[in-house]
């Protein structure tokens, strides 16, 4: 697929530092408000936040057949129900607009002085009303670490892993933009086997380093998603961060899965980057022995080289990375996962979140979760300040980072997915 707006060799007359995660290329969408004025639809370009409506306003959109109410919204989903011919033909003329030979904005202070804000003078929001959110578990190597801490080493995945896509229904009310803080969470835990039950806050709060896909086309009840076709119905992707509760999870997860370790809060990254915008990160998934039954079988390059970083910044301290991995790691692509929940006629929704679940790699230091990387508490990290984490502590930020390559080099990035946690109220 040809998309003009992924040229490599555009360049655009907006500054954009080296290594900037919204070069020209990535036109993603987000949700953007300055001071007490409406929120608008966004797209961002080096540092410049560009306000989409606005730009509609002078006309720039009219060649495209759609309602440009759409970008005078709190939300994506009405932009997203118009189509991709919609979005990315916006892209193409954002593209084509911020060109380094394009006059029309470029050498009128007047036209930019609306349309245009500094990234750091606006607040995000959330991208999408989130109907319903999904969590998957599609890293072999995350399943593989946690299957031999909490179960049996020698059989760690457990047999329906190599042909299902597993997967449970989280919840959508506590999916928060990042900058959002994470209040501790309580529950039941049984700190002593054979003890009763305790109830307190969580001493392991655990981050998941995820991607999540948005869903950006309805479809009907008793319709399945075909694999090969799966990516049509995907809108773009955000950073994901799945908070965790080790100690409530690991109570109360038989017979059901997870429950109150899991829905306190998620993090999600305020810009949306197409999944056409990924096109040239497109790579092969890991091997797949046994094959997967034919509804799960594709054709192409269905995974995405995105490199994704995890720093744990404590309170007044430097940050420390404790996590490098990267989305191609994934045992099971999105349009695996997808035509999975659909193939029993589960109809997805614009808006729908579908997180990978935690991207682990072969590498010690590609683990996605504290309960990884300091394997159930018994290996604490060395952070930069000279103290140590098991999990995450009162008032650490953790920050999440990712940024596809092209195999032209270009990247195409996510921005950051933050969260600090504050301790836990009204013990
Ligand atoms: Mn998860």
Redesign the pocket.
Known sequence: MQIYANNPNHKTWLEVEENSDFPIQNIPFGIAKVGDKPPFVATRIGDAVINLYALAKMTAFDSLPFDVETLNRDNLNDLIAEGKGITLGIRDLVSQLFNIQNPVIRDNPFLQMGILHEAKDVTMLLPVKIGDYT?F?SSREHATNVGMMFRDPKNALLPNWLHIPVGYH?RSSSILVSGTNIIRPKGQTLPKEGEPPVFGASARLDF?L?MAFIVGKNTQLGDSIKANEAENYIFGLTLFN?W?ARDIQQWEYVPLG?FLG?NFASTMSPWVVMIEALDGARVAQPTQEPQPLPYLQTTGDKNYNIALEVDIVPENGAATTVCKSNFQYMYWSMSQQLAHHTVNGCNVRIGDVC?S??ISGKDENSYGSMLELAWKGTKPLKMADGTERKFINDNDTVTMRGWATTQEGIRIGFGEAVGKVLPATDL
């Open positions: 969590d578990y989280g998941e995820e799945d965790s997870p899991k997180a679940g935690t």
